[in-house]
Nanobody
């Protein structure tokens, strides 16, 4: 059974940092595309970042480029999202997702999902 467990969310002030973790079981993360999505009420789930299984290449949403970094620790079977210089518009529930395929910004391309972790950024 595949499980993805996010952690690391919380309440921070503008400009501060958080590191989100996505701990996987039932899959080996280095063989899967692992993505972070976020969602606020009333809006569609938005792809934030993804790390590819083949070459470890990374992509980012334009608005987080240079502030967020996705990484993978194969020994811990965990993917991280380091979020620096957080802004109020980054506030959302963050989800990690996995798929035996390539990275995509489309949530429908991902088979496995975690339950999410809340990130709140005060102005």
């Amino acid at each position: 059974q595949v499980q993805l467990a996010e952690s690391g969310g919380g309440l921070v002030q503008t400009g501060e940092s958080l590191r989100l973790s996505c701990a996987a079981s039932g899959i080996t993360t280095e063989y899967y595309a692992i993505a972070w999505f976020r969602q606020v009420p009333g809006k569609q789930r938005e792809g934030v970042s993804c790390i590819s299984p083949s070459d470890g290449s990374r992509n980012y949403l334009d608005s987080v480029e240079g502030r967020f970094t996705i990484s993978r620790d194969s020994a811990k079977n965990t993917v991280y999202l380091q979020m620096n210089n957080l802004r109020p518009e980054d506030a959302a529930v963050y989800y990690c997702a996995a798929d035996w395929g390539v990275c995509s910004r489309l949530p429908t391309r991902f088979e496995y999902w975690g339950r999410g972790t809340q990130v709140t950024v005060s102005a």
